[in-house]
């Protein structure tokens, strides 16, 4: 089991920056493809960003290439996504998520084994 915990969230005005944690326990962390998933309201969950298990491989949605960035510290058991230049179109509960692969973070949500409770951030415009 691992558990997910994320924090970071809230509110922001459009073109400012939030860094969101998630912060994982429970079995060896470094074994996980970590990932960022993102549901609006009325909108099913979509893939944000990824991270591979050491942290030198990264994808990333169309939509957050060169405002988002994902990384990842192993000795810390923690996943960061720095979002920068938000939009009101970046409003959703942002959810972190684990695979245990040795390959890239999936992007289709189902593919997850383990995911936090969410955290919301709100863009204002």
């Known amino acids: 089991q691992v558990q997910l915990v994320e924090s970071g969230g809230g509110l922001v005005q459009a073109g400012g920056s939030l860094k969101l944690s998630c912060a994982a326990s429970?079995?060896?962390?470094?074994?996980?493809?970590m990932g960022w998933f993102r549901q609006g309201p009325g909108k099913e969950r979509e893939f944000v960003a990824g991270?591979?298990?050491?942290?030198?491989?990264?994808n990333y949605a169309d939509s957050v290439k060169g405002r988002f960035r994902i990384s990842r510290d192993n000795t810390k058991n923690t996943v960061y996504l720095q979002m920068n230049s938000l939009k009101p179109e970046d409003t959703a509960v942002y959810y972190c998520?684990?695979?245990?692969?040795?390959?890239?973070?999936?992007?289709?949500?189902?593919?997850?084994?383990?995911w936090g409770q969410g955290t919301q951030v709100t863009v204002s415009s």
């Open positions: 998520a684990a695979r245990l692969t040795t390959g890239v973070a999936p992007t289709n949500p189902h593919l997850n084994n383990y």
């Open positions: 429970g079995r060896t962390f470094g074994g996980y493809a």
């Open positions: 991270i591979n298990w050491s942290g030198g491989s990264t």
